[in-house]
């Protein structure tokens, strides 16, 4: 250890420049429990699940069965992590020393050579603590102990119940998870959640560093880019960190930013007071003059490049130098909230650099229920990859500890709105925790918590970007009505979450017309290669212990049944466990048909206006992109990162052009094109009709079209029943005889949307299915390959 670092301080001489001394404390701690019965090696960043796996405690995959329980002990115990260090006597030489902690989950105490140096208490919070009086030359001993997450937070629960209690006490039982996660500062869903299993983790999540210098460090840089004629001013706000007693730092300031050409620095030379109200904090910034011609825009997926440009901003003393480097992108973002030119309510859209943007995509859960895991670059990168070639243009991630979240995260171009929280505002309104006999009291605490606290956190560090209170709200609505509207789920303000497992999915007059809709979705039960991983034979059936277990949506799986019975004929005479895999293959074809049905409803309402002031729908985000484990959920994309059918639809039914059929409630079909390019393009659309019995279409017209930029055109609409009679379906039940099929082209021929389809009767009803003959033989595993088979042509 003291070797490696005389090697950097000496690389840095050789340089010209001494980086702020650190020595990583990552790596091989150990960690024991409250009365020594359970000791192991661990490994920071990391948890205790993932070392008592590796340790050989935990013997099972943590997923596997009902482990969620059986594990549960694991989080009820106390777990002191430790380890040694050394320390060379010229690190002592310097005026600062920080022992930094980037992430402790949760409640921890921390202790160097026995001394109390400081506690944690929030997961997603840096702690630096000074500890210059505390480090020796030589050995050190560094000590976290971590309380319970379940004791902790029922302790702080019970503290506050003297006052008043502070829903939700408890989640449904369905969950099989803990209480009061919500006294906590921790990723809740670890207490367990509708789409995951309770694994309370506990650990040191992050990495942990000590650091040595004289004057002060660089914790933090932010950026803003403001429009300046021919010129970008990119303003680098820079935020260090020494002992709280120093009043005054000076040095060199610096911030370089590299184009694809040039490189524009600017170095300035300055003395800078403490802030006065976080003592121990200053910050400055420098101002880069950046001339339009050097950079290109950053575009969101589907509109342009998403180009990058790194900026690397650093402080020096006399003695040391820190350093930041980042990408940074330029780009323009605003939620655009004006009265709309017909009847009640606001529009709510995002614009980016100017061009409004409809946005497409889907939320976004913690990838494993482990922190230490969920952060897995493979992991990340599949499942980006997955969203970006299925057209998609946003996420939404949920909750972030306000002023360092913001700080750590504003620089990326890729975040495009802040939101306070998720969902409080409609529970408070509508009363789904029982606060409504001390609205006034609840309502009070929200405000406090929501609007001073974390909408001014994020103001302070970022005015670049859109803030809503909550999400779903109805935005600036939402405000003029101090912050709890009368209806947050308004169709004419802000954003919806939508779910009805009643009516049928398939049919688009069930949904409600919004102006985004930031959550809605469907379940499906997961392949039958995931269940596998995680069940035994006898569990495999949707009737067993297992099944019931796994689905954390109260009546879910109900649902689900109810659901598929709306569309799809389930075989009778079956047994339960061979109905299972029938019922996975169409649980999941419900949900691929459900989710398209819904996504194009959205899609078409863009340029909707009803005369009471409804429609402009600018987002269709759905829940859920991924899983954090094996079981029913709303999700696209297993936990495996197999994609279930619905993700495939995605493909489709987010292209950027789209041509989109339905049936009025007046037995009208029409056809919309839907266009999320910037250009006008010219098109020709066929509509073919197929009887079920034939792969030879009976009749088919072709249309000229221009489909606009930006916008939905009605290119068709008949009554149903004439044009099927027309086409040649039969006068007596023609929507059971036939179906239609839809191409989009560029005049030269070439498909400019995907194909697409339209059932004008529910699957259930056809009666007029003639058993197929086709016979499969000679299937292949492609050589070498687990998943690519050949078929013979
Ligand atoms: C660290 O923990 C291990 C058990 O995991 C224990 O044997 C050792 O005594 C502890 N060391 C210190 C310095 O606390
Ligand atoms: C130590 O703690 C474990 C887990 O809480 C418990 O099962 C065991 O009985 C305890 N042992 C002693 C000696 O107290
Ligand atoms: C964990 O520590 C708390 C106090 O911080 C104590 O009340 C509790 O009994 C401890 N639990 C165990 C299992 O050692
Ligand atoms: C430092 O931050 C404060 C509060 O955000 C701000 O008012 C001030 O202008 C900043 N100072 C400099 C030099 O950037
Ligand atoms: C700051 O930069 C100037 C000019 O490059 C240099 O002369 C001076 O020594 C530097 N000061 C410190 C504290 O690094
Ligand atoms: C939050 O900001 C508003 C306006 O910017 C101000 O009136 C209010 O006092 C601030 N609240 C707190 C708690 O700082
Ligand atoms: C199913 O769960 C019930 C209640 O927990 C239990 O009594 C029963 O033994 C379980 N059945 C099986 C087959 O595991
Ligand atoms: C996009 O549509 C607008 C009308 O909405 C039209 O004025 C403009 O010319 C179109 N742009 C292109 C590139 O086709
Ligand atoms: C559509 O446009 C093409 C190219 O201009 C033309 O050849 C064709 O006749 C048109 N078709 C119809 C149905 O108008």
């Keep these: 250890m003291t070797r490696s670092i005389l090697l950097i301080s000496l690389l ?133 102990k971590i309380q319970s997450p379940i004791t902790a937070a029922q302790e702080r629960s019970d503290k506050q119940a003297v006052e008043y209690t502070v829903p939700p006490a408890c989640l449904p039982d369905e969950y099989h998870g803990e209480c009061h996660v919500n006294f906590l500062r921790k990723m809740q869903a670890s207490f367990s959640w509708d789409w995951g299993p309770a694994f309370p983790s506990v650990g040191i999540w992050k990495s942990v560093v000590l650091e040595a210098f004289d004057m002060a460090v660089l914790r933090d840089v932010t950026i803003r880019i403001v429009d300046s004629q021919n010129n970008w001013i990119l303003w680098v706000d820079l935020i260090l960190e020494a002992e709280s007693q120093t009043s005054q730092i000076s040095g060199n300031f610096s911030a370089m930013l590299r184009t694809d050409k040039n490189t524009i620095e600017v170095n300035r030379q300055d003395n800078i007071l403490a802030n006065k109200l976080t003592p121990g904090y200053f910050n400055t910034s420098i101002a880069l003059e950046i001339p339009k011609t050097e950079v290109e825009l950053w575009w969101p997926n589907g509109y342009g490049n998403q180009k990058l440009y790194p900026l690397d901003v650093s402080f020096s003393d006399s003695y040391d130098t820190s350093t930041k480097s980042m990408k940074i992108g330029f780009r323009f973002i605003e939620l655009v909230q004006d009265t709309v030119a017909t009847g009640t309510g606001l529009t709510f859209y995002f614009k980016v650099n100017n061009v409004p943007i409809f946005a497409k995509g889907a939320n976004w859960i913690p990838s494993h229920v482990l922190p230490e895991k969920s952060a897995e670059p493979e992991r990340l990168e599949h499942l980006l990859e997955s969203a970006r070639i299925t057209n998609m243009n946003m996420l939404r991630s949920v909750s972030t500890e306000v002023t360092q979240q913001v700080r750590h995260l504003q620089h990326h171009p890729s975040i495009a709105i802040w939101a306070g929280n998720n969902e ?149 005479g079956l047994t339960d466990t061979e109905e299972y895999p029938i019922l996975i293959y169409f649980s999941q074809i419900n949900q691929a048909m459900s989710y398209k049905t819904e996504t194009e409803f959205y899609r078409r309402s863009r340029n909707l206006l009803t005369s009471d002031g409804e429609g402009l729908t600018m987002g269709a985000l759905y829940w859920q992109l991924n899983d954090i484990w094996q079981a029913p959920t709303w999700a696209s994309i297993e936990y495996s990162g197999k994609w279930k059918m619905v993700h495939y639809f995605a493909q489709d039914f987010f292209a950027p052009i789209l041509v989109s059929p339905f049936v009025t409630s007046d037995g009208v079909l029409e056809l919309h094109l839907i266009s999320d390019k910037l250009e006008d393009l010219e098109s020709q659309l066929t509509i073919f009709v197929y009887q079920w019995n034939s792969l030879t279409p009976i009749h088919s017209i072709t249309s000229n079209h221009t489909v606009y930029n930006a916008s939905v055109t009605k290119a068709f609409q008949s009554d149903l029943l004439e044009f099927l009679q027309t086409a040649g379906c039969g006068d007596a039940e023609p929507t059971k005889k036939c179906f239609l099929y839809f191409t989009l082209t560029s005049l030269d021929g070439s498909d400019i949307s995907p194909h697409n389809f339209l059932f004008p009767q529910s699957l259930k009803d056809l009666t007029d299915f003639t058993a197929p003959t086709i016979s499969v033989a000679d299937i292949s595993l492609a050589s070498g390959t687990e998943h690519v088979f050949q078929i013979p042509t």
């Design 424 to 572: 409080n505002e409609g529970a408070l309104r509508d009363n789904w925790y029982g606060t409504s006999s001390d609205f006034t009291r609840y309502k009070d605490d929200y405000v406090k918590l929501y609007v001073d606290t974390i909408r001014n956190a994020t103001w302070a560090q970022d005015i670049s970007r859109p803030f809503v209170v909550s999400s779903p709200s109805n935005g600036l609505e939402s405000e003029q009505e101090g912050f709890v509207a009368q209806e947050p789920g308004s169709s004419f303000y802000g954003d919806i979450h939508y779910y009805n497992y009643d009516d049928n999915g398939w049919d688009p007059n069930t949904f409600k017309t919004t102006r985004f809709s930031s959550e809605y979705g469907y379940q499906s039960l997961p392949s039958m290669s995931a269940i596998s991983e995680v069940s035994v034979e006898s569990d495999r059936s949707l009737e067993t212990n297992f099944s019931q277990y796994r689905q954390h949506h109260p009546s879910g799986n109900d649902q689900m049944r109810n659901e598929i019975n709306q569309n799809l004929q389930l075989p009778s």
């Design 12 to 144: 840095n001489i050789l340089c010209g420049q001494i980086l702020t001394q650190q020595i990583s404390l990552d790596g091989t701690w150990s960690v024991i429990n409250g009365n020594g019965s359970y000791a192991a090696s661990a490994t920071v960043p990391g948890g205790i699940y993932t070392d008592l796996s590796a340790a050989g405690i935990l013997t099972q995959d943590i997923y596997y069965r009902f482990n969620d329980i059986e594990y549960r002990w694991v989080s009820k115990e106390n777990w002191t992590y430790n380890r040694t260090f050394e320390v060379p006597e010229s690190l002592l030489e310097k005026q600062q020393i920080f022992l930094v902690f980037y992430g402790v989950d949760t409640i921890a105490s921390v202790y160097l050579n026995d001394q109390h140096v400081g506690d944690c208490e929030n997961m997603f919070v840096r702690y630096a603590f000074p500890v210059k009086s505390f480090i020796q030359a030589g050995t050190n001993k560094l000590q976290v």
